[in-house]
């Protein structure tokens, strides 16, 4: 008995990881076989569910109940006020007013690569402070939205890349997550989606907020929030999943098993986990020079594995640490034609900015 405890206590020890989204929003009722079906896609749609939002992420009117409509479906000669008056319908397609954009706001309008790395510290009943890091690549479009307020987006709302790596060198909490589409996983085109303007009272609250002061010009992208596994209407304020019977847990991702699947392998121990995964991060940097930004990385990571996971050592729970000063970022814009492939083949000619978690190796657990 003492031996397998010490076992299931180390395996424990490398389960940690982080990740972070895509302009996807698709809440998906767990009672509803059509709607889940739907957030399963690789398409997700940019709307999160009724009662959250009824915008997308452009800001645009989604909910069909709200539409204009040149007839009274209970008149079928139409309104007679049409005629009498001359007045015409403003189309629901008509163009939007070209914007009038700020010099730096033009000068962020493009595509640009991303680069994100992750830090945290995190612990388990039998294991304390297990470093873990996570690099993410995307492609990114920053343009203004239907309400002229500058936007940011991800391309073909996807994340490119999600690597991790866990515990230090030479120790037995090594191991890593598959996160790209490793063994069917789908977790880098299929999750839940807020922005801030998306959340329910804060429909006015900006994503995306750049300024210039005495030549320096800051950026600042506002807390989002991503939610695999489980439904939310609001991510920011609605207590984590902490139990199986919890009944807002579905198969996300399809593939006929509860919550989220992710691939863990290790020295000790490797199978799939199902669980679920809040995350909410915000970016604080500025513009160092012509088309590229760094800065820091302020983020929240929740996680809860199912009980259903097959291997008994994989169902640890766990509390995470997160570390801005050591969690950073970097956008360097590039041509429009670039997508993910290209930028994961030139990833080390696009990107300069230093890891400052070189203790945390990559290892032959890194996809």
């Not at 992710?262 to 940097?285: C, D, E, I, N, P």
């Amino acid at each position: 008995m003492t031996k397998n405890v010490i076992l299931i206590a180390a395996v424990c020890a490398v389960i940690f990881f982080v990740s972070c989204g895509s302009d996807n929003k698709t809440q998906t009722p767990a009672d509803d076989p059509d709607s889940a079906a739907e957030s399963g896609s690789e398409e997700t749609p940019d709307t999160a569910s009724d009662t959250a939002n009824d915008t997308d992420n452009n800001g645009n009117e989604t909910d069909p109940g709200s539409e204009d409509s040149d007839t009274d479906p209970t008149d079928p000669t139409g309104d007679p006020t049409d005629e009498a008056d001359g007045s015409e319908d403003v189309q629901d397609d008509e163009p939007v007013t070209a914007c009038e954009l700020s010099e730096l706001e033009q000068e962020l309008v493009g595509t640009w690569a991303q680069k994100v790395i992750l830090r945290s510290a995190s612990s388990t009943t039998f294991a304390q402070d297990v470093p873990s890091v996570t690099t993410r690549f995307v492609v990114v479009e920053i343009k203004p939205n239907a309400d002229c307020k500058l936007d940011f987006y991800k391309k073909d709302e996807r994340i490119c890349r999600t690597d991790n790596r866990t515990g230090l060198d030479g120790k037995i909490s090594q191991g890593r997550v598959g996160l790209n589409e490793f063994d069917g996983s789908k977790f880098n085109t299929v999750f839940n989606y807020w922005k801030p303007y998306q959340i329910p009272g804060h429909e006015n609250e900006p994503y995306l907020e750049i300024s210039e002061n005495d030549g320096e010009k800051t950026f600042k992208l506002n807390k989002d929030w991503e939610l695999r596994g489980a439904n939310m209407d609001d991510p920011s304020t609605e207590p984590m999943i902490s139990s199986d019977s919890d009944p807002r847990i579905f198969d996300h991702d399809e593939d006929g098993n509860p919550a989220f699947t992710v691939q863990f392998s290790s020295t000790l121990a490797s199978g799939k986990m199902y669980y679920v995964h809040r995350f909410g991060h915000s970016l604080s940097g500025k513009v160092v020079s012509n088309g590229k930004i760094e800065g820091n990385v302020e983020w929240t990571d929740e996680q809860y594995a199912h009980q259903q996971t097959p291997n008994v050592s994989l169902r640890c729970t766990k509390t995470t640490v997160t570390e801005t000063a050591r969690s950073v970022f970097q956008l360097v814009k590039v041509d429009d034609s670039m997508d993910c492939a290209t930028l994961l083949e030139k990833a080390d000619e696009i990107f300069d900015i230093v890891d400052p978690n070189s203790d945390v190796p990559h290892n032959k657990y890194e996809e």
